[in-house]
């Protein structure tokens, strides 16, 4: 396919969004994917630890108005059905060489119960915020460290408040016993996707748009690029005329946090005391410092999720499986002592270094202080959407999240559709769910 009506760069969640959406609306389309498989930042491994594990997106978050909820409930099998992790969630918290008493847990609980409320207080109508900063308390160091460097991969200080507190999250929050990368192949199966093609230009100047690469040149009516903002910001497409100082400034002002993930292997029949999908953390003075927190034996399985994020992941990002997996045992040590070596496996683990990974340079992104309206600015179409962005950063309610970056991609379908003809752009909000996103 040289010439199409709608042509995709990136099959991952945004991509595959997009393309379905367009082939509804009975449009021709090409997606070109830079890596050997489709589903982006989503990866499952399934051989390693003998059983899938997400390398990359793990959960469904605020499934009730995820539009992938009732897709992965549809493509499910009996034994295969989405699950709430919320059910089951427990977290047991290290302090120093001690466990936490159910007393400290309590005053741990109340102090995280605040954090948010405290945040929104200081929220000023009408203008930014600028950056995230906890008040002082002897748990706040530990809650910044578990909202920072955890689950937003990057410092609190790092990010706008009012971003922050925009796409905050709410459950259910469901884990798919199969792995998310098995979902996402499967919606992109039957979709026209051309692998191993690295875009270098695109030349939007003319009355059809032309991509280039080493696979040759496409043109199109429109296009989406899905590629993450750590990719646009580096240049790493050239773009004929040069993109829009405010579009640029944007993917800028989206960096990619890193969240590096870690599945360790049990040796044996010891447990570490930890119940299926008991949580483990520990308590730290500097959220900066490199602590880990731990997710244990999913669905009953022999194997532990180890989650090391911000700039600590970082610093070990580009030397291996061999440093992380060092690291991570390092931590289990803090909790466990010997014992830790003699239940976890050290010749085996399974992870992806997303912030060596040449396609994507991180795991996800956030608004730097005063750059909330990025997000909007990005996902603006250009050309009256015959160029178009999309991606989990494009999301100004569920950025970093497939949900974000599946509904994102159904917008930047629909403008597309627009640009190439308005009565087929309904198509577009066909995948949407009614009243969530």
Not at 6 to 22: D, F, P, Q, S, Y
Request: hydrophobic share 45%; aromatic share 6%; proline share 6%.
């Amino acid at each position: 396919m040289s010439d199409v009506d709608i042509l995709i760069v990136g099959a991952g969640a945004a991509g595959i969004a997009a393309a379905r959406a367009a082939r509804q609306a009975g449009r021709s389309v090409l997606l070109l994917e830079a890596r050997d498989r489709a589903g982006g930042r989503a990866r499952t491994d399934l051989t390693t630890l003998g059983a899938p594990f997400d390398l990359g997106a793990t959960w469904l978050h605020e499934a009730g108005a995820n539009p992938l909820t009732p897709l992965a409930a549809a493509a499910a099998s009996d034994h295969d059905a989405p699950f709430d992790h919320d059910t089951v969630r427990s977290h047991r918290c290290l302090l120093g060489d001690r466990m936490a008493t159910a007393a400290e847990m309590a005053e741990y609980d109340a102090a995280y119960g605040r954090f948010h409320a405290h945040l929104a207080a200081r929220r000023a109508p009408g203008r930014s915020a600028g950056a995230v900063a906890p008040r002082g308390g002897p748990w706040d160091a530990t809650i910044a460290h578990w909202e920072g460097e955890v689950i937003c991969a990057a410092p609190l200080a790092a990010m706008d408040l009012d971003d922050f507190l925009d796409t905050q999250l709410s459950g259910p929050n469901l884990l798919l016993p199969g792995g998310l990368g098995p979902l996402l192949q499967g919606l992109a199966a039957g979709l026209p996707i051309r692998l191993g093609a690295v875009v270098r230009r695109i030349d939007w100047g003319g009355t059809r748009i032309a991509v280039e690469g080493d696979f040759g040149r496409v043109t199109a009516g429109a296009v989406v690029v899905t590629i993450p903002t750590s990719l646009l910001a580096a240049g790493a497409i050239r773009f004929d005329p040069p993109l829009p100082a405010e579009t640029l400034q944007a993917a800028h002002d989206l960096p990619l946090g890193l969240l590096s993930k870690i599945g360790l292997k049990a040796s044996g029949a010891d447990r570490l005391d930890l119940p299926d999908f008991g949580g483990l953390e520990r308590r730290v003075d500097d959220p900066a410092e490199p602590a880990m927190s731990f997710v244990a034996w999913p669905f009953g399985r022999d194997h532990l999720m180890g989650f090391l994020g911000g700039e600590a992941a970082w610093a070990l990002s580009g030397q291996g499986s061999a440093a992380l997996q060092a690291h991570a045992l390092a931590e289990l040590r803090r909790a466990y002592g010997g014992r830790a070596d003699r239940a976890i496996r050290a010749d085996l683990a399974a992870m992806h270094d997303w912030g060596a990974d040449p396609f994507a340079r991180g795991a996800y992104s956030h608004a730097r202080p005063g750059r909330a309206a990025a997000r909007v600015t990005l996902g603006t179409p250009l050309q009256e959407g015959r160029l178009c962005f999309a991606g989990e950063a494009c999301h100004p309610r569920y950025a970093a999240t497939l949900a974000g970056a599946w509904d994102s991609g159904c917008q930047a379908a629909a403008a597309a559709l627009a640009a190439t003809g308005p009565a087929a752009a309904a198509f577009a909000a066909t995948e949407r769910v009614s009243g969530g996103l």
